[in-house]
Structure formats: structure tokens, C-alpha cells
């Protein structure tokens, strides 16, 4: 059975994971019969959104290890935790969180940094040559951690394609339902909710994006 690492930023779309695309990631990977386990950084969140209004929560604040137990269940480890060499694959899904508490890019868009923690953590997949599904903005992490030519997507958003080139990444234009893999360095990326108008087109390309992951690593012993 293989064994997969899914990296969470916090619990709501606007200040941390997508909750959708994370669910329908879990859903997926259980569905192909491999085992999961979620990680995120003991890290306080850039801000607090509140999700009924959209406005930030000045007096507030939050956890991103503590906020992404609820998507997990509880079944969460500190992103300090890992020992690679359990894991086959790591699949980080979307949401404001991978913009704001995994990285700044948020704030400083193509300046942006990742933040150490996570740096450290998504390095040992790519330096163990293990697969990494990116979905919807988690992608703009790509070339910090992989450096010149990496190739992933965002989606057809320009603003972004534009940052992602910057940072000396490839962009490629894809729509909803597509992937872009990048076979050298093992990257699957998927626009989601980039694009999606409904958790139903979100599904089709989270559901590829697993199956590739899937596909490109070995099975752990």
C-alpha cells in the first residue's frame, strides 16, 4: 500500500486549506487504496478570516497545526515530524493558506518566501525524488523549492502565470479537468478551485492529479 503526505494550511478557504479540494484529495487517495497521513507547520496563521463575511478578524488568532486537526479528524502530525522515507508522495492542496502561512506570496506576490518549516519539509520530496501534487495556488511554491524550469499550472489566471514566470518557473495553461506533470522533476499540478464553479469540476482534476501522483511513485516496502 502506498503511503502519501498531504501538507494542510489551516481549515477554510480564505485563510487557510481549501477545504473542498483537501476532502476531495483524502477521498481520492482512500478510493485508490493508499494510505494518508496530513501534516502542517506549528505556525500562527497570517490572520483570521471570518467566512461569513469575509472580513478579518482583527482580535483573532489561530493555529495552523491546531486549525488543520479539524479537516484531519485530529490525525494530524507537525510538519517537523517527518521521516520521508515513510512516504511515497506528498499531494498540498489549495487555498489562501498555501499563499499566506506556507509561503507570503499573498503579500509579496513573485518576492515571496516559503516559510522555513515548509521549505524543509516539501525539499525532502523533491530531494528524495518522490512525486508532489500541487492543486489550485499551493503550485506558486513550485520555484522556490525546485528552482529554474520547473513546470506546473495555475490555471489561465495571467497575473499569476506572470508571478510563477518570475520566480523562474514555466507556467502552462490548463483548464479545470487537466494536469500538468513535470516528468523531471515529478510535479503534477491542477487548477481546482482556480477554475472550478462547482466542488464537481474540482473532483475531475483532484481525482487525476492523485491518480498521477500515484502512478509516478514506487511502492513503499
Not at 515571496?112 to 506558486?140: H, Y
Request: aromatic share 6%; hydrophobic share 45%; with cysteine.
Amino acid at each position: 500500500m502506498k503511503n502519501v503526505a498531504v501538507l494542510l494550511s489551516g481549515a477554510g478557504v480564505f485563510d487557510g486549506t481549501e477545504i473542498h479540494e483537501s476532502v476531495l484529495t483524502l477521498l481520492a487517495l482512500s478510493r485508490a487504496g493508499a494510505h494518508y497521513q496530513c501534516f502542517a507547520p506549528d505556525i500562527e496563521q497570517m490572520h483570521v478570516v471570518n467566512h461569513l463575511t469575509g472580513e478579518v478578524a482583527t482580535n483573532e488568532r489561530r493555529n495552523v497545526l491546531v486549525e488543520s486537526a479539524r479537516i484531519a479528524r485530529g490525525e494530524v502530525l507537525n510538519a517537523k515530524s517527518l521521516d520521508v522515507s515513510e512516504y511515497d508522495a506528498l499531494i498540498i492542496p489549495g487555498g489562501f493558506g498555501a499563499a499566506k502561512n506556507l509561503s507570503n506570496y499573498a503579500i509579496t506576490g513573485s518576492d515571496c518566501t516559503v516559510n522555513p518549516i515548509v521549505a524543509v519539509f516539501i525539499r525532502e520530496f523533491a530531494l528524495a525524488a518522490k512525486p508532489v501534487g500541487f492543486i489550485c495556488i499551493s503550485p506558486m511554491i513550485i520555484p522556490k523549492i525546485y528552482g529554474h524550469g520547473a513546470k506546473a499550472t495555475i490555471g489561465t489566471d495571467s497575473a499569476s502565470a506572470q508571478a510563477f514566470s518570475e520566480m523562474g518557473g514555466k507556467h502552462i495553461d490548463a483548464k479545470v479537468d487537466e494536469i500538468v506533470v513535470d516528468e523531471i522533476n515529478k510535479i503534477v499540478s491542477t487548477p481546482a478551485y482556480m477554475l472550478a464553479g462547482s466542488i464537481a469540476e474540482a473532483h475531475t482534476g483532484i481525482e487525476k492529479l492523485v491518480a498521477r501522483v500515484l502512478e509516478m511513485s514506487e511502492p513503499h516496502v
